[in-house]
Every structure is written in structure tokens, then in C-alpha cells.
């Protein structure tokens, strides 16, 4: 799993190149641990690290493609994947003298990255075992926590997720050892089979599985915030509303991407968002102290139905129901407390601004760029120019990324963005502005944008001559 986390990281980090960036992260990580391992080896007493021992569950250490190495876990694997990323980045492109140039492009980053992790790995060494004794005391403190430990977790990765940091408390969880070895993903498929056809009960079996619940806001707490929405929009934006609100409630519900849905409302207003995030919270507390156990940090078709509901129904479909029940209480909870909110505050949510919950065309956009549209020579980039407009030109943009459904863009100047307001009619759910560095929330379609927008950049197309896509 680290191996994957760390060759997968530059896909959406790279500004160019993805591929030969994946392939220097992959060479230099692995340097990196065979620089820990000959260091450990050499001087394993001085670091206080016993590289003699086997690399079983409790040592510290792991085997990674043959190499015995400290177990760093995702965390390394981000930290090296990032650094070497970064060094692409910025030396990919740089020009070497002709007698040198043989080593120009991922060979000179390749070579900059291996003088770069012997001190990597010689730190790693001296902070990583006092970082293992960390994680060893908070596995001790959410164990013996029980349910304060299931909630201050899911609160913590719900609150976080604005700012992309949520990945550092979920991931050590599900992916890493925090709670078991090997972590909760791993762990419960490895026992699946022994747990579906035991009659005892799964928290008893497997108590960790408390950390794995924050899926159920995703389903049950979507439900509800989405009903709150509809029904506290105008009677004649309702319909238009539920266009907006039936396909980000369904990805939330059945694939567990949250942020198109969440995102409605979090730039509207963040006291929702924090409500949310302790409703998140209390829901899988309440779960949790009713018995309910599992993998469910998804959806229903990615992981609550395949891992959990199905192969656990012959001898564990009481904690279901009580999964289901609980679930359901809390979709009214969620409905009420966010429509009262909305109302007492009177929130502009969807289906409630001053202006009409419309469709934004071109005749508009154009309008409010002061700019003329010409003929149709791409379609399909509607999307893409509208927002490249919107963000200033191709001349604004130093660089484009994107996660699971952001668009993550440097700009030279701000200033020349447009507002907030002209992305949501492009069809983006919510804009993050940081200084220079600009997010746009576009939903699960988001690498196809990106593309686009980098086709667009590569062959310096005019935006102005391609027709705006109004958000459907």
C-alpha cells in the first residue's frame, strides 16, 4: 500500500510529465529505504533500531520490495512521494550545458533525488522510532478511549476536509497501523471470512472497526441535508433544485464522494459544516456504542454492501438493522437541524438567493466578461473555456492539478479571477481562494476537465472562441 500511495501521488501533482515524475518517485522511494536499510544495518545502535530482528507485526520494521526498512507506513510514503515530486517539478524542465544534457529532464531529477534521500533516510532513522512510540500511545488512548476515541476521529476527518488535511487522520486509520496492524482495510478483508461466520458479536471481535464508521454520514447524513435543502428553497426553484441536489446526494450515498454535496453548502455557510461534522461525529459514537463494527468508511456500493452488508448477513444482520435504524434517526436529525438553521439564519442555499436559480448562458457569461463569443469549434471544451475565462486567462495560470474532484490552480494574480458566483453557474459547487492558489470544487469529472484545460493551455486556444457550457 505505501508503494502504491507514493508511485500514485504525482499523478495529480506533476505539473507535466506525470508519468516519468511516477517513475522517479518510484525509483527514489525505493532508494530511500535501501539508504535506511544500509544505515540501519551500520549503525542500527546508535539510531536504537534493531535491524537483526525479523520484520514482523510489533518490530518496526517492514519488508518493502525485498528490503527491510523502517515501517513508515503511508506517512513516509507521502513525505518521499512529495518531496521528489516537487523536485520534478521545479528541475524537469531546467537546461543543462550540451556536454551534460545526456541528463536532462528525469535523469537530473533522478540524480538530484537520490543526493536528497541519504539525509531523508538519515532523518528518518533518528525521528521515525520516537514517531512510531507516538503512534503505539494514540493506538493505546482511542482503544482505551472506546466511543470518545471513535468520535473525536470522525469528527477530526470530517472538520479537516476543507483544507484537504482529513487524508492525515483517515489514512494512518484505514491504510496504516494506528488501529491495527496493517490497518482497517487490510485487516478486516484478511479476517472476513472468520468474522462473517462467527456468532459473536463484531465488536467483540473486532473493536477497531469503530474508527471505519464515518462512511455512514456519507449515506444517512446526505439524505438528510439534502431533503433540509429542497424543502427550505422556494416552492417554484424546488425542481431546479433537485437537479442540482439528486446526482451529489447519489455519488455521496452510493461511492462516498462528499465533497460536491458538502460543498453546497460550506462556502455558504461553515457553522453548517461544523453542525455536520459533529452530527458525523455523534452518529458513528451512537453506532459504535450499539455495536456496530466494519469497513464502512464509503458507500453502499463500494464498500458498505460488498465488505460489510452481504457477506455479514447470515449471522450479523441484527447489528444491520441497528446500523440502519440508528442511520435513519440521525437523516431526521440532520433534516431538522440543518432546516432550522437554515431558516433562522436564512441562508442563501441553493433555490433561496435573491436572484433565480437559472441556468447561466452564454449570452450572460459574455456579458459579464464584456467579451464576444465567436464560432463553435470545440463543444465539448464548453466547460473547460468557461472556466478558463473565469479564471483569468491562459496567461493567469502558473500551473493545474486536481484531486478526486478539485481543480487545484496557481495563478499570477488573483486580481483577475472572476467571482465565485461565475464558477457555480460553470457548474463548480464551491471555490477556495488562498493568496495566489485557487481550488474550484468540480466533482468526479474533474480529471476530464483538467485535461481539457490543459489541451487548451498546450495549444494556446483562445477560450473566447469556444462556447461556454452552462452547468446542467
Not at 1 to 23: D, E, N, W
Not at 107 to 116: D, E
Given at each position: 500500500?505505501?508503494?502504491?500511495?507514493?508511485?500514485?501521488?504525482?499523478?495529480?501533482?506533476?505539473?507535466?510529465?506525470?508519468?516519468?515524475?511516477?517513475?522517479?518517485?518510484l525509483v527514489s522511494f525505493l532508494t530511500w529505504n535501501y539508504f535506511i536499510n544500509a544505515m540501519g544495518m551500520t549503525?542500527?545502535?546508535?539510531?536504537?533500531?534493531?535491524?537483526?530482528?525479523?520484520?514482523?507485526?510489533?518490530?518496526?520494521?517492514?519488508?518493502?520490495?525485498?528490503?527491510?526498512?523502517?515501517?513508515?507506513?503511508?506517512?513516509?510514503?507521502?513525505?518521499?512521494?512529495?518531496?521528489?515530486?516537487?523536485?520534478?517539478?521545479?528541475?524537469?524542465?531546467?537546461k543543462l550545458p550540451i556536454f551534460l544534457g545526456i541528463f536532462q529532464g528525469t535523469?537530473?531529477?533522478?540524480?538530484?533525488?537520490?543526493?536528497?534521500m541519504i539525509p531523508c533516510a538519515w532523518l528518518t532513522l533518528l525521528g521515525w522510532p520516537k514517531?512510531?512510540?507516538?503512534?503505539?500511545?494514540?493506538?493505546?488512548?482511542?482503544?482505551?478511549?472506546?466511543a470518545l476515541g471513535v468520535w473525536i476521529y470522525t469528527f477530526l476527518e470530517r472538520i479537516l476536509i476543507p483544507t484537504g488535511l482529513h487524508h492525515f487522520i483517515y489514512g494512518p486509520f484505514i491504510f496504516g497501523p494506528a488501529a491495527v496492524e496493517g490497518g482497517i482495510q487490510m485487516y478486516w478483508a484478511q479476517h472476513l471470512q472468520e468474522f462473517s461466520q462467527s456468532t459473536e458479536s463484531l465488536k467483540s471481535l473486532f473493536p477497531e472497526g469503530g474508527f471505519a464508521l464515518h462512511g455512514n454520514s456519507k449515506i444517512f447524513g446526505a439524505i438528510?441535508?439534502?431533503?433540509?435543502?429542497?424543502?427550505?428553497?422556494?416552492?417554484?426553484?424546488?425542481?431546479?433544485?433537485?437537479g442540482l441536489l439528486i446526482p451529489a446526494t447519489l455519488t455521496a450515498v452510493l461511492v462516498g464522494i462528499?465533497?460536491?454535496?458538502?460543498?453546497?453548502?460550506?462556502?455558504?455557510?461553515?457553522?453548517?459544516?461544523?453542525?455536520?461534522?459533529?452530527?458525523?461525529?455523534?452518529?458513528?459514537?451512537?453506532?459504535?456504542?450499539?455495536?456496530?463494527?466494519?469497513?464502512?468508511?464509503?458507500?453502499?456500493?463500494?464498500?458498505?454492501l460488498p465488505q460489510n452488508w452481504i457477506p455479514m448477513f447470515s449471522n450479523h444482520a441484527d447489528m444491520m438493522l441497528t446500523q440502519i435504524a440508528v442511520g435513519l434517526c440521525f437523516a431526521v436529525l440532520y433534516f431538522v437541524v440543518f432546516r432550522t438553521l437554515i431558516l433562522h439564519f436564512n441562508l442563501c442555499t441553493p433555490g433561496r438567493e435573491d436572484a433565480e436559480v437559472k441556468l447561466y448562458s452564454k449570452a450572460e457569461y459574455k456579458a459579464a466578461r464584456g467579451k464576444t463569443m465567436a464560432a463553435e469549434p470545440d463543444a465539448k471544451l464548453g466547460q473547460a473555456a468557461g472556466?478558463?475565462?473565469?479564471?483569468?486567462?491562459?496567461?493567469?495560470?502558473?500551473?493545474?492539478?486536481?484531486?478526486?474532484?478539485?481543480?487545484?490552480?496557481?495563478?499570477?494574480d488573483m486580481t483577475q479571477t472572476l467571482d465565485d458566483e461565475v464558477f457555480k453557474k460553470l457548474g463548480a459547487h464551491g471555490v477556495f481562494?488562498?493568496?495566489?492558489?485557487?481550488?474550484?470544487?468540480?466533482g468526479l469529472h474533474v480529471s476530464q476537465l483538467r485535461e481539457q484545460l490543459d489541451s487548451l493551455i498546450s495549444s494556446h486556444q483562445s477560450p473566447e472562441n469556444i462556447p461556454v457550457t452552462e452547468a446542467v
Open positions: 500500500m505505501p508503494l502504491i500511495f507514493a508511485v500514485s501521488l504525482p499523478i495529480g501533482l506533476a505539473k507535466q510529465a506525470q508519468g516519468r515524475a511516477c517513475l522517479a518517485v549503525w542500527g545502535n546508535y539510531f536504537g533500531v534493531d535491524f537483526t530482528q525479523d520484520a514482523v507485526a510489533g518490530s518496526g520494521l517492514t519488508m518493502m520490495a525485498g528490503i527491510k526498512t523502517l515501517d513508515t507506513s503511508i506517512i513516509g510514503a507521502i513525505i518521499i512521494s512529495g518531496i521528489v515530486t516537487a523536485l520534478h517539478n521545479r528541475l524537469f524542465d531546467k535523469s537530473y531529477v533522478v540524480i538530484i533525488a537520490f543526493l536528497v514517531v512510531q512510540m507516538g503512534i503505539e500511545s494514540l493506538q493505546a488512548f482511542l482503544r482505551s478511549a472506546g438528510g441535508i439534502s431533503l433540509a435543502m429542497y424543502f427550505t428553497a422556494a416552492p417554484e426553484n424546488r425542481v431546479k433544485v433537485a462528499t465533497e460536491p454535496l458538502e460543498f453546497t453548502f460550506l462556502f455558504i455557510s461553515p457553522l453548517l459544516f461544523a453542525v455536520h461534522a459533529v452530527l458525523a461525529a455523534s452518529m458513528s459514537t451512537v453506532m459504535y456504542l450499539f455495536g456496530v463494527v466494519g469497513n464502512m468508511g464509503g458507500g453502499l456500493i463500494d464498500q458498505v472556466i478558463l475565462q473565469a479564471l483569468g486567462g491562459v496567461t493567469n495560470i502558473s500551473s493545474i492539478n486536481n484531486c478526486a474532484t478539485r481543480l487545484r490552480i496557481a495563478l499570477h481562494r488562498s493568496g495566489d492558489a485557487i481550488q474550484v470544487i468540480i
